[in-house]
């Protein structure tokens, strides 16, 4: 696991999430602005050497000719939270810390959801962790580009098998190249590529056929992906929540599934050249909500990204990405550039949490509904109790000098009242918010303002 815990869904903005409710003291709503500065500058900072174009702009430019806004949602508790809306986002669950929080904060609200569902059903679950061993040298994973040549090459196999089970012509020569160049991908996969193989090679064949047939059968799993860096390399392991119908102890459930899922995982890895140890290998315990499950984990997750770069956080196995994207930003050291660059890479395109589909599909027994992507997520707007909205050349100025945090800062703790007295002292335009897509149709000015020809707020 990753971060320490502060608490359930404090990076979440809608208003009906649990950190609304919350008391928060002033002390702390100090650390939670704090903290997102912290990740908003790293993002900024980000912005400078990324190799993945998306997060150049992240936050940076409007969806709109007609700008941002600001939102303010009000908690139960009196606790206001602000946000920004018509924003382009990445949705870079990996690697951009504004848009990795977001994404983790609703995963983990899924995740949740999901658990309530199965203990209202009287079943059980448990939290499987898997590991492999590694060593400095070995790679992290094939880049976005290589994965998918590497399923071209790997859909061509399965259609020439076809085809010369089915008596047609086949190009000997084509095929022969392809060969090649798949044994040649093959050989260059890092740990991700050969995790996630054993992953596949554990939930199939008759092996786990028969592992689902256990009490009362299982409804489903949920499989995370964490990865650190430390002294020996790229450290990927996976956690697994498996919920099953019956209420099992977890004893048996350890007895019964750990050694037959482990043999799969390990002969596994050693088809790939890799190997995992038998003693801490892997790991299998009850699952109760918010004690160590996989949306606690997800909560955590979202936690150390917005809790921003701590270096007290390090932990014995190694720096978690964020960890070192805050001292890449910090330092600019050969060695982290390049390891940051390396994770960017072999993280782009993959998923983090991924769901059992068909009739042990959890989302639905949860009547979660359709999954929304990363990308989706990043982009949803706050369902604010009010708004204003933004002129694209006010957020450009706001943008430049990098007052987007201290703006929100001002929204939560005056109101909107309090973000339109921050903007007028700057001589920054607003208007007044109003529903559609198009352009706001109103300007509020103060008494004795007037709106000059450059769009700025003069004093007569």
Not at 41 to 55: A, V
Not at 336 to 364: C, F, I, Y
Request: proline content about 3%.
């Amino acid at each position: 696991m990753s971060g320490a815990p502060l608490g359930k869904g404090v990076t979440t903005l809608r208003p009906d999430r649990r950190h609304l409710a919350e008391q928060v003291t002033p002390d702390k709503l100090v650390q939670a602005q704090s903290a997102r500065a912290s990740r908003w500058e790293r993002r900024r900072s980000l912005r400078r050497f990324t190799g993945l174009r998306r997060i150049r702009t992240c936050g940076l430019s409007t969806t709109s000719e007609s700008g941002a806004t600001l939102g303010v949602v009000t908690g139960s508790g009196g606790r206001r939270s602000a946000a920004y809306g018509g924003l382009t986002t990445c949705g870079s669950v990996w690697a951009c810390p504004v848009c990795a929080a977001k994404i983790a904060a609703r995963r983990a609200d899924d995740l949740a959801t999901v658990m309530r569902t199965v203990d209202d059903l009287g079943g059980s679950a448990f939290l499987l962790t898997l590991t492999m061993r590694h060593v400095r040298g070995d790679r992290l994973g094939l880049t976005r580009t290589e994965r998918s040549r590497r399923k071209e090459l790997e859909d061509r196999v399965w259609s020439r098998s076809i085809a010369r089970r089915n008596g047609w012509d086949v190009d000997v020569d084509q095929a022969a190249s392809d060969d090649d160049e798949l044994a040649a991908l093959v050989a260059s996969e890092g740990c991700w590529d050969v995790l996630s193989y054993a992953w596949r090679s554990v939930t199939s064949g008759a092996g786990w056929q028969a592992d689902s047939e256990r009490f009362g059968g299982l409804l489903g799993w949920a499989r995370a992906v964490e990865v650190t860096h430390g002294v020996n390399g790229w450290h990927v392991h996976i956690h697994v929540l498996l919920c099953f119908r019956e209420q099992v102890s977890a004893d048996l459930a350890r007895a019964a599934l750990g050694p037959r899922v482990f043999g799969r995982w390990s002969r596994a890895l050693g088809r790939r050249g890799f190997s995992a140890s038998p003693e801490h290998g892997w790991d299998l315990r009850r699952a109760q909500l918010g004690d160590g499950d996989l949306a606690d984990y997800f909560t955590k997750m979202a936690h150390e990204v917005t809790s921003g770069h701590r270096k007290e956080g390090h932990r014995h196995g190694g720096r978690t990405p964020m960890q070192l994207l805050g001292d890449t930003v910090e330092t600019y050291e050969a060695g982290d550039m390049a390891r940051w660059w390396e994770w960017e890479s072999a993280s782009d395109g993959r998923r983090q949490l991924t769901w059992s589909t068909g009739r042990r599909d959890l989302r639905a027994l949860a009547g979660l509904g359709r999954e929304a992507t990363d990308e989706e997520i990043a982009a949803e707007d706050q369902d604010a109790d009010e708004r204003i909205a933004l002129p694209r050349e006010t957020w450009t100025r706001i943008t430049a000098q990098r007052q987007e945090t201290e703006l929100l800062a001002a929204a939560e703790h005056d109101g909107l009242d309090g973000a339109r007295t921050w903007l007028t002292s700057r001589g920054l335009r607003w208007f007044v918010a109003t529903p559609g897509d198009g352009p706001p149709s109103a300007v509020i000015q103060p008494y004795g303002w007037r709106d000059d020809a450059r769009g700025v707020l003069r004093r007569p």
